[in-house]
C-alpha cells in the first residue's frame, strides 16, 4: 500500500512538472478578437464574425469557438439579448496588453525591461519623436 501511494505521488510530481505553465498571454487569434470586442463594448459572434470577415476567410464556427475559449479563460462575459449571446470584455485592454507585456519581459529578459528597450533602440524600432516622448515621461515620473 504505501509503495502504491509513493508511486502515485512520483507520477503526480512529474506529471505537474511536465506540464506546461499557465500563461496570461493570448493566442494571435484570440488577441484579434479581443481587439475588435474591446472598443465595441459587447459584440456577438455574428459582429466579430462579420468584421474578422472583412480581412480574411473564416468560419463562423471557428470565431464562436475562439470566444467561447476566451470566456473560459476569463477574458468574455456573455448574457443573451433576444436569440443571441453578447460578449462583453472582463478585463479593460490595458490591464490585458500589461500582464502580456509583463509576462514577456518576465519570460525573454528575466523581468529586467532595460534589454528589451536597449534591443528596441539600438535595432531602430523606436522612432526619435517617440524617444523624445518617453524620456518626456520619465522627467514628469521623478
Sequence with gaps: ???????YELLS???LSTMRPKH????PQELE???LVW???SASVRDIYEAL???RKIAYTTVMTMMKILETKGYLKKRRQDRAFLYRPTRPKNQVIGGMIREFIDRVFNGSAEPLLVHLVK??????KDLQGI?????EIK
Excluded: N, Q, W
Aim: proline share 3%.
Design 1 to 7: 500500500m504505501r509503495f502504491l501511494r509513493l508511486t
Design 13 to 15: 510530481t512529474i506529471k
Design 24 to 27: 496570461v498571454t493570448l493566442t
Design 33 to 35: 478578437i479581443m481587439k
Design 39 to 41: 472598443p465595441r463594448e
Design 53 to 55: 470577415r472583412e480581412r
Design 123 to 128: 535595432a531602430r524600432h523606436i522612432r526619435e
Design 135 to 139: 524620456v518626456r515621461m520619465i522627467e
